[in-house]
T-cell receptor
Framework: EAQVTQNPRYLITVTGKKLTVTCSQN?????MSWYRQDPGLGLRQIYY???????DKGDVPEGYKVSRKEKRNFPLILESPSPNQTSLYFC????????????FGPGTRLTVT | GEDVEQSLFLSVREGDSSVINCTYT??????LYWYKQEPGAGLQLLTY?????DMKQDQRLTVLLNKKDKHLSLRIADTQTGDSAIYFC??????????????FGIGTKLQVIP
């Protein structure tokens, strides 16, 4: 089944404890993105990747890191999480840029205390 | 900067038509999209329209684009309870290297009353 998977789905952590949210797609898509969804703000892009080893900042990259060592995987790293990073995170992948038809993962709900 | 605006809430009766509206500000948008988010799930692409089109129909869904007013609408015919969800409007436009920048609206929650 073609899909985008994220792990973990739920995570409660404490301020400053490094964490990684994994994202994997099995559709051989070149483009991948990370978003955060907050009430009243919709989805905001954190980072995106156009291919292996090609990544760039989105609208809200502060406090996050990403890597794209393999085409299928695009992990999101929070080196020192803070409470303002409590949010619902989505990974997405797309086969092309025009149109940018994104396939979304199920989401990761992160709480930082 | 780029902005996409939607109303927050819409309530319709089962069997009626739903119309969800969206306005956008970027005149260079190349594609406009409608996504659906059901509770506890990620976003699902419903349909998209290229910016040189006025209308696109796909089964119960009709998308209308008014480029002059920068207004996009999604009409759902014969709305069913399974259509209850949050609907996101999004626009994309080209960046250097061919990548498409995407901006999402905050989402319209559609409630279908049986």
């Amino acid at each position: 089944e073609a899909q985008v998977t994220q792990n973990p789905r739920y995570l409660i952590t404490v301020t400053g404890k490094k964490l990684t949210v994994t994202c994997s797609q099995n559709m051989n898509h070149e483009y991948m993105s990370w978003y955060r969804q907050d009430p009243g703000l919709g989805l905001r892009q954190i980072y995106y990747s156009m291919n292996v080893e090609v990544t760039d900042k989105g609208d809200v990259p502060e406090g996050y890191k990403v890597s794209r060592k393999e085409k299928r995987n695009f992990p999101l790293i929070l080196e020192s999480p803070s409470p303002n990073q409590t949010s619902l995170y989505f990974c997405a992948s797309s086969p092309s840029a025009r149109p940018y038809e994104q396939y979304f993962g199920p989401g990761t709900r992160l709480t930082v205390t | 900067g780029e902005d996409v605006e939607q109303s927050l809430f819409l309530s319709v009766r089962e069997g009626d038509s739903s119309v969800i509206n969206c306005t956008y500000t970027d005149s260079s948008s190349t594609y406009l999209y409608w996504y659906k988010q059901e509770p506890g799930a990620g976003l699902q692409l419903l349909t998209y329209i290229f910016s040189n089109m006025d209308m696109k129909q796909d089964q119960r869904l009709t998308v209308l684009l008014n480029k002059k007013d920068k207004h996009l609408s999604l009409r759902i015919a014969d709305t069913q309870t399974g259509d209850s969800a949050i609907y996101f409007c999004a626009e994309s436009w080209g960046r250097s290297g061919g990548y498409q920048k995407v901006t999402f609206g905050i989402g319209t929650k559609l409630q279908v009353i049986p």
